[in-house]
């Protein structure tokens, strides 16, 4: 890593220290030769981008996924009995409000 810093600082070329910096900021050890360090980062970042958008394409898939009939029917019905459950807790709330409000 010192050697990577160091030699980061004794290059004048703007552009490769930039390179040598991406590379170490993916913990890619530079090589000392810009066209071969430019092409590790062209693949490493290309290996990324492919990473990412497996990751996306994976969560779309899991998202539009569709459940079966089954799961659908529990979950309305689990939905239901909850809306039921509150409206009657709801309901005895109004009603403690007319008892203690007198309304």
């Not at 703007?14 to 000392?32: A, D, F, H, K, V």
């Not at 079966?68 to 709330?93: F, K, T, Y």
């Amino acid at each position: 890593m010192v050697a990577a810093i160091s030699a980061i600082h004794s290059y004048s070329d703007p552009e490769y220290q930039r390179i040598l910096q991406e590379l170490m900021r993916l913990g890619i050890s530079p090589s000392g030769n810009k066209n071969a360090d430019k092409t590790k980062l062209e693949q490493a970042k290309a290996e990324l981008i492919q990473k990412i958008q497996n990751k996306q394409q994976e969560e779309q898939k899991q998202a539009l996924q569709v459940q079966p009939i089954e799961a659908v029917q529990d979950n309305q019905s689990v939905s239901r009995s909850e809306m039921e459950e509150q409206r009657l807790g709801a309901m005895n709330i109004a009603e403690l409000n007319r008892l203690y409000f007198g309304i």
